[in-house]
């Protein structure tokens, strides 16, 4: 097993952790899972993009708990058995936006995001005492998924949007793409605030 315990914050930018059997991360204040701060000017390869991501693993059970707030902008999270997120303040889990295409080609654009995902093969558990919010997540279980928040939760969308042009012709599509909660078993979701499903 692997445990990480801090009395103030857990900074894991862009890291890779794993471990054979159960993976315990926790911080009085804040921990930050986000994508690493690399200089990519928002144009990377599709290949490239992943990358970016924190990615947290293990054969067991995953447990990250925060007495302050959780980000996990791009995170990938993935246990065999179940997964908890808990924090005292908020959890936030958005996406990263980024371009295939260099900017400097007005004629074209391929916009996309990288999304959080969350998995708990057995059992996935998020409880914020504050605000619960996703852009675009993935949060899934082959058992139960529990989400609660003592304040708001909003589960939002991104925008993904291609352009071309050329031979006097253009195409343009945008698609949107939801959070997705996804449970083998029973969803439950819980919010002493309000709820907002953005498809």
């Known amino acids: 097993s ?34 690493a701060g690399v200089e ?28 302050g707030d959780i980000n996990g902008k791009a995170v990938q999270i993935q246990a065999n058995g179940n997964t908890l997120l808990s924090a005292g303040r908020n959890i936030t889990l958005p996406s990263l936006a980024y371009s295939v295409i260099n900017p400097a080609n007005d004629n074209n654009k391929d916009d996309r995001h990288i999304i959080a995902q969350v998995r708990g093969d057995k059992k996935l558990t998020i409880a914020a005492n504050g605000t619960l919010t996703t852009v675009g997540a993935k949060l899934t279980s082959g058992g139960d998924v529990t989400l609660s928040s003592g304040g708001n939760m909003r589960f939002e969308s991104v925008q993904n949007h291609t352009y071309r042009e050329g031979n006097r012709e253009f195409t343009e599509s945008v698609t949107q793409q939801g959070t997705e909660l996804t449970s083998g078993g029973i969803l439950t979701v819980i919010s002493n605030g309000s709820i907002l499903f953005q498809a």
């Open 2 to 35: 692997l445990t990480i315990h801090a009395g103030n914050n857990i900074s894991a930018k862009g890291s890779d952790i794993s471990s054979g059997k159960d993976i315990y991360l926790s911080a009085a204040k804040d921990i930050d899972l986000s994508f």
């Open 40 to 67: 990519y000017k928002n144009y990377i390869l599709p290949q490239d993009s992943a990358e970016l991501s924190s990615k947290i693993t293990a054969k067991n059970n995953i447990s990250i708990m925060s007495g």
